[in-house]
């Protein structure tokens, strides 16, 4: 018995690093699995290759699971519109969709081309929007589901060179928590997950000093996409529909909950501000509480469990 029988999950980025990890774990444990992945390069500048995700599928059912694959972009909403529904058609149903898709196409700001910022943002949060909106009206109308997005530390915490993955990722937050209120009515759920993992998105980042080239090695012997897998297959299960609306991030054999914005300091004047009070009361009672600008090493500069 496993902790998905009877559930059919939609997987997209399915073809490598975590996607594949969570479609491989998704049929050990009993769920029929749709393998999405377009294929195509960690920049998503070519057209793809239906390859990875049969290669999974193919897998899956080697080792006498049931699982489909597919091809399309999380970027076009017909064509996730249609996994939806292949799903349906294949397998009877939908009860759950994980979305790791992802590109990396990193640079420091006052660099970055507008191609650039729009290919990250259309993949991760346009993509995000895509799988949630395609998915929720089935979800809402059997009052049951579960969807998995994730997002990075580069948007929680911070990460130079990362200023468009960054956005799309905590904009990912922001709709998860609101799919998360939205849904309680009707038992759709919609958590998060930053994961720290060897990847072949992470291989892609240039190591320029002894220290990245430390971390580097740390990523790729101690957090591994399988690990991650473990907590998105988890939130998918029913013994897990407590849990909605809420930040994990995976280390290795860690796992985190993060917090979520919450004032820290509030304070008032009767008769108003105007800029100098605010410079000469506001910023000095404020700035013991302000947050570094440490990036996520200085945050989780401990070696991974």
Known sequence: MGVLDGKTVLITGGGNGIGRECALLAAREGAKVVVNDLGGGLSGGDEGDAGPAETVASEIRAAGGEAVSNSDSVTDFGAVEAMVEQAKD????????????????DGMFHKMSEADWKAVIDVHLHGSYNVTRAGIGHFREQEDGAFVLFTSTSGLIGNIGQANYAAAKLGIMGLSRIIAMEGERKNVRSNIIAPFAWTRMIASIPVTDEASAQRV?????????????????????????????????????????????????????????????????????????????????????????
């Open 90 to 105: 294949e397998f009877g149903g939908l009860h759950a969709i994980i979305n790791p898709a992802g590109i990396l196409r």
């Open 217 to 305: 090695e740390r990523m790729k012997n101690a957090m591994r996409a399988d690990q991650v897998a473990q907590l998105a297959i988890a939130l998918c299960a029913d013994d897990a529909k407590s849990t909605s609306g809420q930040i994990f991030g995976v280390r290795g054999n860690e796992l985190v909950l993060f917090d979520q914005p919450r004032p820290v300091k509030s304070l008032a004047r009767l008769e108003g501000w105007d800029p100098s009070s605010i410079i000469e009361q506001a910023i000095p009672a404020m700035e013991n509480d302000y947050t570094d600008l440490g990036a996520t090493t200085s945050v989780f500069p401990y070696p991974p469990v």
